[in-house]
């Protein structure tokens, strides 16, 4: 009998629009021919992908398009389910002729419904037997390694040292199991002594995985017991060196060895990237303001994976007219207004300024229409209510003042009335807003307040960017509570940048910036998503100073000096 490790097999995967093939479509499905002593280079040559036609007026969920990438614009080379399988069957045949194909999946309880389904409409075989005997990979790693926190394709490969992209497509998950399947081979004939296929399918039919058992984590507890009670950023990384993670701390022992309690109710993202993480990489730095500036960096430097925040991905800046209702990529005289985070939130707020200018006439209210964030966007007679409701509420600065001044001023009145909100809360109250909308659709109500939520947003933007503009040439100095008591941390910004860092005694005056007397075009064309961001977090840094109650300076010029004060009114708006 042929051992496991020199068995011819077909690895495959599955993406659908759906878990239940009654109520959903196959979007793509991808194989290999290999077997477990093949590289992946091998598995590579022989994998094969693809997309399968739809059903007319078939819809793929937001959900789906965000996890696979695929959207309505990819179809157009997308085939007929019945020739994919005819290719697949062939596939098949080619590794088992005669008899059912030893088929690797890693969740056989998605991918087995399925194939069972494009088989019964497809297929034109007479006896009407399933060509595939399906050997799934999770099932053997619930046996095989019952203390992992996650047995996801995701995680089971990293924990084997292979990343898998993001996105998720069949050829990235039919190469993911093929590492999965060879490591599992490996491991069940050293552990169990399985070494045939008939062997594996009575273990499996006379064993049961663990469904709860306790966290065995693979990283080695000396690496994390080892860390210093110091401030600094730490990078978790697979076997392989990837790194997945990158987080600050004021104690890189408290923070990383908190991962590993058994008290810690994590997210399953987190216990995911915990099933991978092998290997630690630690940065000390000077203070926990320091390790933030750090992290943001490095997030920057290396997107991992499980980093949500910071990442680049794409991101832009953006910069507006004086009136506010033309934005660009980049600053001039004519868009001096930034940098902005978001060019999406601007497509609502010229159409407020048209409003007010020109009334609630139709074309407007059309076009509003488009821009509200919700698969189905209210009705123009629930926009133009809710533009008077917004006008009732606040007719007192609408209608006294010019159109771009009268927003500005509703915003800095709605941010005042929120004081106690950041801009994180700013965003949540939004979401509950779609939530709502999802389940009871629009009134002119949660028009009015949507309305509200985007101009509190975007002044508030307005303000910050003002802000990151003159803290980008800046001098700082704060107390650390790593150092000694009389001692400070001083650190000087060039272009948003850290160029100098030291410690200082209490008396040491804080130097001036020496760009301080930069403009601000030029200052805005100094700007990148990685300068804005680390300007961002530098506020955070500092709000969170000010709030302890340390000592806290920033000298903006010879003549511009904020103390603790200060800049607790300063940032309240920022």
């Not at 292979?162 to 069940?188: G, N």
């Amino acid at each position: 009998m042929t051992s496991l490790a020199d068995l011819n097999v077909l690895v495959l995967d599955c993406q659908a629009t759906g878990p239940n093939p009654r109520r959903h479509h196959l979007l793509e499905i991808g194989w290999a021919r290999t077997c477990a002593r093949d590289s992946q280079e091998a598995v590579r040559s022989t994998l094969q992908a693809f997309l399968l036609r739809l059903p007319e007026k078939t819809v793929i969920s937001g959900r789906v398009r965000r996890m696979t990438g695929i959207g309505s614009k990819d179809f157009g080379q997308a085939f007929e389910p019945h020739s994919v399988w005819e290719k697949l069957a062939e596939a098949a045949c080619s590794v088992r002729c005669g008899r059912p194909c030893p088929t690797v999946v890693h969740f056989a309880r998605f991918e087995e419904p399925f194939l069972r389904h494009l088989f019964c409409q497809n297929s034109s075989s007479s006896n009407g037997n399933f060509p595939f005997r399906i050997i799934c990979t999770h099932e053997i790693a619930k046996r095989l390694l019952p203390h992992l926190p996650r047995r996801g394709l995701r995680a089971v490969a990293g924990y084997f040292g292979s990343s898998v992209p993001e996105l998720r497509r069949s050829s990235h998950h039919v190469a993911a199991t093929a590492v999965i399947w060879r490591s599992l081979v490996e491991l069940l004939e050293s552990e169990c002594g399985i070494r045939d296929l008939e062997a594996l399918s009575n273990w499996l039919a006379g064993t049961e995985g663990a469904s709860k058992c306790g966290r065995d984590y693979p990283m080695d507890s000396s690496l994390r017991l080892a860390l210093p009670d110091k401030p600094g950023i730490y990078r978790m990384l697979r076997s392989s060196g990837d790194v997945l993670y990158v987080g600050k701390a004021g104690s890189l022992k408290r923070r990383v060895n908190s991962y590993f309690q058994k008290s810690s109710g994590h997210a399953e993202r987190t216990l995911e990237m915990l099933t991978q993480a092998r290997l630690l990489d630690v940065t000390e730095t000077g203070s926990a303001l320091e390790a933030a500036l750090l992290e943001c960096d490095e997030i920057k430097r290396l997107s991992p994976p499980y980093n949500v925040a910071l990442r680049r991905r794409g991101r832009k800046l953006w910069y507006c007219s004086r009136d506010l209702l033309e934005v660009t990529a980049q600053p001039d005289e004519a868009h001096p207004v930034g940098p902005l985070p978001d060019r999406r939130e601007w497509k609502l707020l010229p159409r407020l300024i048209e409003l007010l200018e020109k009334g609630h006439g139709g074309p407007i209210a059309s076009s509003l229409i488009r821009d509200f964030p919700s698969r189905e966007p209210p009705a123009e007679e629930i926009v133009r209510e809710g533009w008077e409701t917004l006008r009732a509420r606040h007719a007192g600065l609408l209608d006294q003042q010019s159109s771009p001044r009268a927003l500005l001023c509703l915003g800095a009145l709605l941010w005042r009335q929120r004081a106690d909100r950041l801009e994180a809360s700013s965003a949540d109250e939004k979401s509950s807003v779609e939530d709502r909308t999802r389940e009871e659709g629009w009134t002119p109500e949660q028009v009015a307040g949507w309305m509200e939520i985007t101009i509190l947003c975007t002044t508030h933007w307005m303000r910050r960017a003002r802000w990151l503009c003159l803290l980008s040439e800046a001098a700082l100095v704060w107390e650390s509570p790593h150092a000694a008591e009389s001692v400070r941390v001083v650190v000087v910004l060039e272009s948003g940048e850290v160029v100098a860092r030291r410690n200082a005694p209490p008396e040491t005056e804080v130097p001036s910036p020496a760009g301080f007397r930069t403009p601000r075009l030029l200052r805005q064309r100094n700007f990148d998503v990685q300068t804005y961001d680390r300007l961002t977090v530098l506020t955070t840094e500092l709000r969170r100073l000010v709030a302890q109650g340390r000592h806290v300076e920033v000298r903006l010029s010879p003549t511009i000096r904020l103390d603790r004060r200060k800049l607790a009114g300063v940032l309240g708006w920022v």
